[in-house]
C-alpha cells in the first residue's frame, strides 16, 4: 500500500466479510469509505494466501525517517552523497 497508512485488522477483516456475502468491489469501497485499490489488493491476497495479515517485507530499514531526512536537507546538513 505505499506511503499510505495500513488498514487496521478490523477493517481487512471486514472488507472480507462483505466480500463473503457477495459485495462487490466497488460496493464494498463505496460502504467502507475505502478506495477500490487497497479493498482489491486485500480481497486478492485473502483469496491466493488465505490471510489477510501483512507479510514480511525484505529489505534494510532506513537508519533515518523521511521527516528526518527532510529536516536535515532544510538546516544544510545534507547526509546523501
Known amino acids: ?17 462483505c466480500h463473503l456475502c457477495d459485495k462487490s468491489i ?5 460502504l467502507l469509505n475505502i ?5 482489491s489488493g486485500i480481497v486478492q491476497k485473502w483469496k491466493q494466501l488465505g490471510t489477510t495479515a501483512t507479510q514480511p517485507q525484505s529489505g534494510r530499514p532506513h537508519k533515518m525517517a523521511k521527516r ?3 529536516m536535515l536537507k532544510c538546516t544544510g546538513l545534507d547526509l546523501a552523497p
Open 68 to 70: 528526518g531526512q527532510h
Open 1 to 17: 500500500m505505499g506511503h499510505s497508512q495500513e488498514l487496521s485488522k478490523f477493517k481487512r477483516g471486514t472488507v472480507i466479510s
Open 35 to 39: 478506495t477500490r485499490s487497497p479493498v
Open 26 to 30: 466497488h460496493e464494498l469501497s463505496l
